[in-house]
Nanobody, 115 residues
């Protein structure tokens, strides 16, 4: 089992920045993939950014150049630095991980961007 706890969401004006953090209950070095997803009510969940165990990353086209995913192996955290935020980035953001073929999800953290 893996527990994921997100923090760092909030309310920010368009053009501003937020940093989300996800803390895992186990070593993130044991995770095949760690990433961030988002889903607004009534919409499908979409990948925002993910990092594979080797360190390679993938980003949604809509956030490339604005968001950066990073990890701290010692702290078992995966962060999402979000810059140049837009109102359309408003969503609930979820931390996710894959380990030994199983997917795990955090509870989600709300990000609201106002213009």
């Amino acid at each position: 089992q893996v527990q994921l706890v997100e923090s760092g969401g909030g309310l920010v004006q368009a053009g501003g920045s937020l940093r989300l953090s996800c803390t895992a209950s186990r070593s993130i070095l044991s995770m095949n993939v760690m990433g961030w997803y988002r889903r607004a009510p009534g919409k499908q969940r979409e990948l925002v950014a993910r990092m594979l165990i080797g360190g390679s990353t993938n980003y949604a086209d809509s956030v490339k150049g604005r968001f950066t995913i990073s990890r701290d192996n010692a702290k078992n955290t995966v962060d999402l630095q979000m810059n140049s935020l837009k109102p359309e980035d408003t969503d609930v953001y979820y931390c996710a991980s894959t380990r030994a073929g199983n997917d795990y999800w955090g509870q989600g953290t709300q990000v609201t961007v106002f213009s």
